[in-house]
């Protein structure tokens, strides 16, 4: 897989992680509140495209903003690999930044072999675990992130981050959660992503795309109406 793809995949493979319950977490102090989905979404897309990842992880549910550290981590761990057997020293070259990042915030290689079970995981719920526990080697996330983002975006690797031109559709309200649809553009096509929100002491925070295709979407126009000759 290209450098800049896998960069992508490992961003986005917190959607395979099922949301889990995040009703009881604390809201983070001094967090900026959304009153619906769609103000937590259009601050999330605002703050990403400013290039403000410490108000996008804001944005974040709690559940998903552990399991997306703990993915840029092992991302961290695998580009760390992977340089290591690059003879061209391209892939080197690119991701170097990473590597201090990692170590200052306690992602040293060490500290990553010492971890078990990180690997091939059975079902999305075994993924989620498995990514938290990844993220607690980590004390200051949101810094984590932020500072693995900006390396992300210098090496140009968010720059086809679906969330950049996207829009949310087919929004459903249910108590304190919500779902809905991110809609994009890959090439000619248009994707449509599910997405799920919870309400976490009062303010509405977003879920990663869950992964599952075929989301929430709106009932199909009935037929028309028969014609009698």
Do not use: C
């Amino acid at each position: 897989m290209k450098p800049r793809l896998l960069a992508l995949a490992a961003l986005l493979v917190a959607a395979l992680a099922s949301p889990g319950d995040v009703r009881s977490a604390p809201v983070p102090p001094k967090a900026t509140s959304y009153a619906t989905p769609q103000a937590a979404f259009d601050a999330a897309k605002s703050s990403f495209n400013k290039k403000d990842y410490k108000a996008f992880y804001a944005t974040l549910s709690p559940s998903s903003a552990e399991v997306l550290a703990g993915q840029l981590v092992f991302m961290g761990a695998m580009f760390r690999s992977f340089a290591g057997s690059d003879k061209s020293g391209k892939f080197a070259e690119k991701y170097k930044a990473l590597e201090p990042v990692l170590t200052k915030h306690g992602a040293t290689k060490e500290a990553m072999d010492k971890l078990k079970d990180v690997g091939l995981v059975k079902d999305e719920a075994e993924l989620q675990a498995r990514m938290k526990k990844v993220a607690a080697l980590v004390k200051d996330r949101s810094g984590f992130v932020v500072d693995t983002m900006v390396v992300m975006d210098k090496a140009g690797d968010l720059k086809d981050f679906p969330l950049i031109a996207a829009k949310l559709e087919d929004l459903e309200i249910k108590g304190d959660k919500a779902t809905g649809n991110v809609v994009f553009k890959r090439g000619a096509s248009e994707v449509r992503d599910p997405i799920e929100f919870v309400k976490v002491g009062g303010s509405w925070r977003m879920e990663m795309p869950s992964g599952r295709r075929g989301g929430p979407k709106k009932a199909p126009p009935p037929p028309p109406p028969a014609k009698f000759e």
